[in-house]
């Protein structure tokens, strides 16, 4: 079988597991030889995307640098794992528009939880009023409307989140099943 490229877009408050995941899914593809590329909101904004902030047009904007990417490495066949808060229902319905092959992963986790994991100490600096734009604090986050995979990262463990995601790729006919 030969692989077929598709952009896996996570969306989801920051500390609800995606970036843990898109890691977890990665290392297991390339242990089973797949082509696939990590796309993470924090590297991307340091290499590609510095010359922006966090209003809701910079925001915008890095989305659809994104999506650009994204869709050039799924059209040459790569598993493209998008790490994304992608807050705003405008920016997911761009990314859906403009990446051939699209499968949106809503990273499902109460604020509360993402508040009490705090991995990087944001949501303590939002909460004090020192970072403005917040997520999930100061601005909102709009679900995605009809996801095709959600994991429940306040019920299921990364390695269960992460098997999710790689049988849904089988399901999906993007990699071979094992």
Known sequence: MKQRGVTLWFTGLSGSGKTTICRNVQETLRKR?????????????????KDLGFSRQDRLTNIE????VADLLSKHGVITLASFI????????????HIS??????VQCPV?????????GLYKKALKG??????GITDPYEPPRNPELILRTDRESIAESS???VRFL???GFIPKQ
Do not use: W
């Open 170 to 172: 089988e399901e999906q």
């Open 33 to 49: 030889h797949i082509q696939v590329e990590l796309l993470d909101g924090d590297v991307v904004r340091q290499h590609l995307t």
């Open 101 to 106: 092959s699209f499968r949106e992963v809503y």
């Open 112 to 120: 509360e939880k993402c508040i009490e994991r705090d991995v990087k």
């Open 163 to 165: 098997q999710k995601v």
């Open 86 to 97: 992608t807050p705003f229902r405008e920016m997911q319905d761009h990314a859906r528009r």
């Open 65 to 68: 640098r994104v999506a650009f």
């Open 130 to 135: 020192e970072i403005q734009n917040f997520t």
